[in-house]
């Protein structure tokens, strides 16, 4: 069975700054999606941005970018410019190709420090 | 385009008692998922259906709880007896497959506080 890690149970960063959060995961599986979700305090679960296996290159959403090294099965997110809002729990998930169940990490607590 | 509608958001109720949580899904979406949240298992899948039809519900935690969908706008998830371990955030989400992809959408979620 797949398994998510997310080994940083808290994360701080100054606000304007950079933070990355870890993720890593373990499958036998070669194509599968993985996801960051965002939870803010109002507890809706917010995709940020999402990856496919097969694709090298490590997709972009504005301020919020992947690092995806499929040989180590890693995949951080990358915050660039930290704001206020992007406090969360946020929360690494795996799918495999042709399931539906998406498999999650344990999260991160993001605190943004003004 | 409204997104996925949960009711009620936050549910109170005593040991015993029948619980039932709503989720109308995303229009045109045809899958149909339920979550559940806890401090200790973190999000795990209860069970999802596809085109109203329940495909996986090994999630669920035993007979006590059941999901029905029945048409592609409805679905519930009901909890009888409910005891205090059901205390919880249980969340919907729904997808459909677009550009080669099946990115789920959540719910605000329903908390449920079992006395």
């Known amino acids: 069975a797949q398994t998510v890690t997310q080994s940083q149970p808290e994360m701080s960063v100054q606000e304007a700054e950079t933070v990355t959060l870890s993720c890593t995961y373990d499958?036998?599986?070669?194509?599968?999606?993985l996801f960051w979700y965002k939870q803010p305090p109002s507890r809706q679960m917010i995709l940020v941005i999402r990856?496919?296996?097969?694709?090298?290159q490590n997709a972009t959403e504005n301020r919020f970018s992947v690092n995806f090294q499929k040989a180590a099965k890693s995949f951080s997110l990358k915050i660039s410019d930290s704001q206020l809002g992007d406090a969360a729990m946020y929360f690494c998930?795996?799918?495999?190709?042709?399931?539906?169940?998406?498999?999650f990490g344990q999260g991160t607590r993001l605190t943004i420090n003004p | 385009d409204a997104g996925v509608i949960q009711s009620p958001r936050h549910e109170v109720t005593e040991m015993g008692q029948e619980v039932t949580l709503r989720c109308k899904p995303i229009?045109?979406?045809?899958?149909l998922f339920w979550y559940r949240q806890t401090m200790m298992r973190g999000l795990e899948l209860l069970i999802y259906?596809?085109?109203?039809?329940?495909?996986?519900d090994s999630g669920m935690p035993e007979d006590r709880f059941s999901a029905k969908m029945p048409n592609a706008s409805f679905s519930t998830l009901k909890i009888q007896p409910s005891e205090p371990r059901d205390s919880a955030v249980y969340f919907c989400?729904?997808?459909?497959?677009?550009?080669?992809?099946?990115?789920?959408?959540f719910g605000p979620g329903t908390r449920l506080l079992v006395l």
């Open positions: 989400a729904s997808s459909h497959r677009q550009g080669g992809w099946e990115t789920q959408y």
């Open positions: 499958t036998s599986e070669s194509d599968y999606y």
């Open positions: 990856q496919e296996a097969y694709k090298q």
């Open positions: 998930a795996y799918r495999s190709e042709g399931a539906q169940k998406l498999v």
């Open positions: 229009s045109g979406h045809d899958y």
């Open positions: 259906f596809n085109n109203n039809v329940p495909i996986d």
